[in-house]
């Protein structure tokens, strides 16, 4: 039973360069998410699906795209990266659209954009 | 401007003892709330929740008082034990709304 499974755990960017963490469930979960996780601010949503074909801003969305073809993914991409995206990134889902409903989480990507 | 606060960066606390986790938030139109513990290089996972019709929830060690006049919630963990080291996320989120607010955390350090 895998959970939440996020790809990579780790990556190293130069300023510029575009790339996708990628985002997959097997609990046939509606509702998914990103968040960014830096010191001191706790965990910032970024963007969220509440279904496939679905998608729409978090707090911080700038600088980060979203897309929800099926169910199961939900890749985050950043278009041109920037050292303010270094951060701990971690993907959730949750059953019922994500109304009052515990997210489930996956171990993170921890990116450095040098 | 945060939304939910959580005011204490860390909490040490004696093995066996009372841990109580504080936070607060500031829209009133918060109508859910959950905490979540969080271990290092691992993903939140869920702890308990309370919903604003209540104004305790309890779940084995774990206790959630919610005080919706004041806007404040707190978690209880009795006894504390080691493995309840970790870093405690409160999270609030509207009444049928989609999103989820998360606090800083406050980390937790249970002393053996």
């Known amino acids: 039973n895998a959970g939440v499974t996020q790809t990579p755990k780790f990556q190293v960017l130069k300023t510029g360069q575009s790339m996708t963490l990628q985002c997959a469930q097997d609990?046939?979960?509606?509702?998914m998410s990103w968040y960014r996780q830096d010191p001191g601010m706790g965990l910032r949503l970024i963007h969220y699906?509440?279904?496939?074909?679905?998608?729409d801003q978090g707090e911080v969305p700038n600088g980060y795209n979203v897309s929800r073809s099926t169910t199961e993914d939900f890749p985050l991409r950043l278009l041109s990266a920037a050292p303010s995206q270094t951060s701990v990134y971690f993907c959730?889902?949750?059953?019922?659209?994500?109304?009052?409903?515990?997210?489930?989480f996956g171990d993170g990507t921890r990116l450095s954009i040098l | 401007d945060q939304q939910v606060k959580q005011n204490s960066p860390s909490l040490s606390v004696q093995e066996g003892r009372i841990s109580i986790l504080n936070c607060d938030y500031t829209?009133?139109?918060?109508?859910?709330f959950l905490w979540y513990k969080k271990y290092p290089a691992e993903g939140p996972t869920f702890l308990i929740s309370i919903s604003s019709i209540k104004d305790k929830n309890e779940d084995g060690r774990f206790t959630v008082f919610l005080n919706k006049s004041a806007k404040h919630l707190s978690l209880h963990i009795v006894p504390s034990q080691p493995g309840d080291s970790a870093v405690y996320f409160c999270?609030?989120?509207?009444?049928?709304?989609?999103?989820?607010?998360f606090g800083a955390g406050t980390r937790l350090f249970v002393k053996a």
């Open positions: 959730a889902s949750s059953s019922g659209q994500g109304r009052n409903q515990p997210q489930h």
């Open positions: 699906s509440v279904g496939a074909g679905i998608t």
């Open positions: 609990m046939n979960h509606e509702y």
């Open positions: 999270a609030a989120s509207e009444d049928g709304g989609f999103k989820t607010i």
């Open positions: 829209n009133s139109m918060f109508d859910y």
